[in-house]
């Protein structure tokens, strides 16, 4: 799978269901060639006009689907 396949996908919080953003970039480690950390730009809203980006580590993942990543995120907003 290429970072563009994971670009296309929604992020969805599996804590309260909503969209969290898309992917805009990624940071790798070094040493390893493997994804740290998606870097996430926020869903905008009429009542949310938060742009700060949200970086999401790869163990906050719990699945990959055809259109949508699940994410349990703890430590956010």
Known sequence: ???SDL???DIVNINDGKK???IIDAKFN??????EKLIIEPSKSLFSLKSSE??????EIKKIGEDVILVKLN???
């Open 7 to 9: 670009q296309n996908k």
């Open 75 to 77: 430590n956010h907003e």
């Open 30 to 35: 070094i040493s390893s060639g493997l994804i």
């Open 20 to 22: 969290i953003g898309n």
């Open 1 to 3: 799978m290429n970072l």
């Open 54 to 59: 949200i970086e999401i580590s790869f163990s």
